[in-house]
């Protein structure tokens, strides 16, 4: 990489990073939706720069586009005051484990990823298109591939089975939980 | 591409993002009048009207900013630039002719759609920040339209990726034959009206529903922020438009004239497809929130992914 690109590299690392503490330290909770668009949005400019195109533009269409626009609709549909909500907080304790648990987490990605990845060195010639991306899912991993999608399609059923009415047996959390 | 020629692109690109919509608008004011029996605006400017859009601009200009008291002021400012940015950002993936793209992109058709998707979350922001049941239950329609018609609009989308064997918009226009226009009809009806849902225009205008919840998400903007919408609006059916063109009508291509002229045959189908966009609200009434999910879900989805199929098909044994 150029210095150049290692600069906004660098910012948009920066940028991810604030922003998705801000996501979590936030006392506004359609803030944190807000700054989660942010942060989803700097990674896909690290992607970028790190010459998978594709991925990107898949990131900005699939979690800015849709996830975050679901987020905001079941905030919005459930309660979204604005202004500090005061019960959005949590006890020191509390802070304290979950900030252990992201560290432990992130710790543990890193190593993955520089023990998987130390020794790369991205091509700058070339472009992580389509093409490159269709090329190794659809030949060297499809099988993993399938798999997700069979697991994807049981989720999608099975979310269309609980949210029916009309078939005997389906809804039955919600009796159990005191009916509508 | 040097700078000097980057900046005459990107100076054109900004005429066209200003002077486009205010052109649709125009066209709006007098086709529907006329579709109504109505003249529309006859004195600004002298000539039928032509400078309407010139002075409304103005008068949205000297009007005040109004900030309601309960609202959260950050948000509420910066939703209008969210609604209008992402337009801008497609119409410059737009070839306009043969390699007069502003930017070009190896995978234009995608990044088209993840930008588009993202001014949606403009409304939703303006809606939320306002302090107003009436806009978020706008923003709320608009959020739950999208969601809806996303999935027919990048099905459609995809079958001309495949029929074409590629993500780049100035590809898919040199892929395109006449014969396609048949090939990809359904695909192409699909992608206009998953459109027009995404851009709330009627028969899909329940988010600004005027006789219900008095424009939705846009009732406490007033002046320039309230013109943003606006602008945001007509930007969206000119993008629409430009993108129909571009993936379904050939784009630059006409069977004469199009040496050179290829940006003209553009502008042309651009500004048609834009007529029946304006066509369609006024004939056609609004759709009551059921019709408009089983539209999607019950109808457009299963075409789409017929359309899929059918391009499939044609693509192997072909």
């Known amino acids: 990489m150029n210095a150049a690109v290692t600069v906004v590299f660098a910012l948009l690392g920066v940028l991810a990073v604030g922003s998705a503490l801000l996501v979590v ?18 990674v896909a400019g690290c992607y970028l720069l790190l010459r998978a195109e594709f991925v990107a533009w898949v990131q900005v269409l699939v979690y800015v586009g849709a996830v975050v626009v679901l987020l905001l609709f079941a905030l919005m549909l459930t309660k979204a005051p604005i202004g500090v909500s005061e019960d959005l907080d949590a006890g020191l304790a509390q802070r304290v484990v979950a900030a252990m648990v992201a560290l432990a987490t992130g710790a543990l990605l890193v190593t993955v990823l520089v023990d998987g990845f130390s020794g790369e ?9 389509a093409p490159a991306i269709g090329a190794s899912v659809f030949r060297s991993w499809v099988l993993p591939f399938e798999v997700l999608s069979v697991l994807l399609l049981a989720a999608l059923v099975g979310a269309i089975v609980l949210s029916r009415r009309d078939v005997p047996g389906a809804g039955a959390a919600d009796s159990v939980a005191g009916g509508r | 591409m040097s700078v000097l020629d980057l900046l005459l692109r990107l100076v054109l690109l900004l005429a066209c993002f200003l002077v486009l919509p205010l052109v649709v608008g125009q066209i709006e004011h007098k086709a529907m ?22 002075a409304d601009g103005v008068k949205f200009a000297q009007k005040e900013d109004v900030l309601p008291a309960a609202a959260d002021p950050w948000v509420f400012r910066l939703a209008p630039a969210l609604a209008l940015l992402p337009y801008l950002v497609v119409l410059a993936l737009i070839p306009v002719g043969a390699g007069q793209a502003v930017v070009s992109a190896d995978v234009g ?7 588009m998707g993202i001014g949606i979350i403009g409304t939703v922001m303006a809606g939320w920040a306002s302090a107003n049941k009436f806009s978020v239950l706008g923003a709320l329609r608009a959020a739950a339209q999208l969601l809806s018609y996303e999935l027919p609009l990048v099905l459609a989308a995809a079958s001309v990726a495949m ?9 898919i226009v040199e ?5 396609w226009l048949l090939w990809q009809l359904p695909g192409a009806l699909i992608f206009l009206v998953a459109g027009l849902a995404e851009l709330s225009r009627s028969p899909f205008d329940m988010p600004v529903a005027e006789s219900e919840i008095i424009f939705g998400a846009y009732t406490e903007y007033a002046g320039l922020r309230f013109a943003l919408f606006l602008l945001a609006e007509y930007a969206g059916i000119v993008v629409l438009g430009a993108l129909t063109t571009v993936l379904f009508l050939g784009g630059w291509k006409w069977p004469f004239l199009v040496g050179g002229l290829g940006w003209l045959w553009t502008l042309v189908k651009t500004l048609a497809v834009a007529f029946l966009v304006i066509w369609l609200r006024v004939s056609l009434p609004r759709l009551r929130e059921d019709q408009l999910q089983r539209l999607a879900w019950a109808w457009l989805v299963p075409l789409a992914l017929v359309q899929l199929m059918i391009t499939g098909v044609v693509r192997v044994m072909g």
């Open chain 1, 25 to 42: 330290t936030t006392r506004q909770v359609v803030h944190a939706a807000l700054w989660l668009v942010v942060a989803l949005g700097a």
């Open chain 1, 121 to 129: 060195v991205i091509d700058q010639g070339a472009t992580g298109g």
């Open chain 2, 33 to 54: 009048a006329h579709m109504q029996s109505r003249l529309g605006p006859m004195y600004a400017g002298g000539f039928h009207g032509w400078a309407q859009l010139v």
């Open chain 2, 175 to 179: 892929a395109w034959r006449p014969w």
């Open chain 2, 109 to 115: 058709i995608f990044l088209v759609l993840a930008v």
């Open chain 2, 163 to 171: 029929a074409a064997g590629t993500l780049s918009l100035p590809g």
